[in-house]
């Protein structure tokens, strides 16, 4: 049945592209149609358009709309993020339960353990669908079973990169060195730190465990209390004159920081230049309006997400 093989080459055009994408543009609009859509002329369009985007290796590009219209240049240009589907997937981990940004293995920050915008958390969510989703019975028991075994590595690999403050566990960053685990840095403004941000989507990905276990329980109440110790009040974002500024508001509701210093904890901000600064006024408007640095990321998490896991554990 078309709808099967078309559905997973969906999901696999879409698990690393930008997380707008991921919210349910591009690729994953069309991954809730109904069965009847996928023989009709409009899904053969679109899974045309899908495969003149991957690459060589068999993989696709990141923060790229596969869907809209057909890839206008060289294929043998495309850097796929995971090459080959589901197998590729499966062979690009890590021993370590790890995901680099993309295949082939880059010298630079690529080749880094990626959580940066919801990578591996993504990629481990596909792999879980995989195997408990009906829709994927048309794949090999094995292969099944093989997504499954993936993704327990991966949970596994989460726990051992959790950064540990005084022996206790609190958040994570954005990428972790692909051998020792540990925090890494990225681009020159992207500073090994505690991320406010990815953090919440790995949190949630280890609630979404049925059953989880007292090292589990205890990662995620780290985490939690790190969010809590970390929100920011008393102020809120606003765009005056096409720039972001910061303005005092007591009432304002709860805010974190994406980058958060591995020493002190406090809030950090920093450019191309790789120093860190204290405050968003102290970085220049191109990097203070291009990046997402102020976000509600875990108001949901706190007010909703851990009380319903909490009732839910404590059973």
């Not at 989880?212 to 809590?228: L, S």
Request: proline fraction near 8%; charged fraction near 25%; hydrophobic fraction near 40%.
């Amino acid at each position: 049945m078309m709808s099967r093989p078309l559905r997973l080459l969906l999901a696999a055009s879409f698990i690393l592209s930008t997380p707008l994408l991921a919210a349910g543009g591009g690729a994953a609009a069309y991954l809730k149609k109904p069965d009847a859509w996928f023989a009709t002329p409009e899904a053969k369009k679109i899974a045309a358009t899908i495969l003149s985007y991957q690459s060589d290796y068999g993989g696709w590009p990141k923060n790229t709309d596969t869907v809209d219209k057909p890839y206008p240049g060289d294929r043998k240009e495309l850097h796929p993020t995971f090459a080959k589907g589901l197998d590729y997937i499966l062979k690009a981990q890590y021993p370590n339960g790890g995901w680099p940004q993309y295949i082939p293995l880059s010298k630079q920050y690529h080749r880094h353990i990626t959580f940066n915008d919801g990578a591996m958390v993504r990629v481990m969510e596909f792999l879980r669908e995989v195997h408990d989703c009906p829709v994927y019975t048309f794949l090999p028991e094995a292969d099944r079973k093989a997504s499954i075994a993936a993704f327990t590595q991966g949970v596994d690999c989460i726990l051992k990169c959790q950064i540990l403050v005084d022996g206790k566990p609190t958040v994570w960053c954005a990428q972790h060195d692909e051998v020792t685990l540990k925090p890494a840095n990225a681009r020159a403004c992207e500073l090994a730190s505690f991320t406010g941000s990815e953090s919440v989507g790995i949190t949630r990905l280890l609630m979404s465990l049925e059953k989880p276990g007292p090292e589990i329980i205890k990662a995620i109440e780290g985490a939690i209390a790190w969010f809590q110790f970390s929100e920011i009040t008393g102020i809120r974002i606003d765009t005056k004159d096409g720039d972001k500024i910061v303005v005092p508001d007591p009432k304002a509701p709860a805010l974190w920081v994406r980058f958060y210093d591995l020493k002190t904890g406090k809030p950090f901000f920093c450019e191309c230049d790789g120093i860190p600064k204290p405050k968003l006024a102290d970085i220049g408007h191109e990097r203070r309006n291009g990046d997402s640095w102020y976000g509600n990321y875990a108001a949901s998490l706190l007010e909703k997400d851990y009380p319903a896991w909490k009732k839910r554990v404590s059973r």
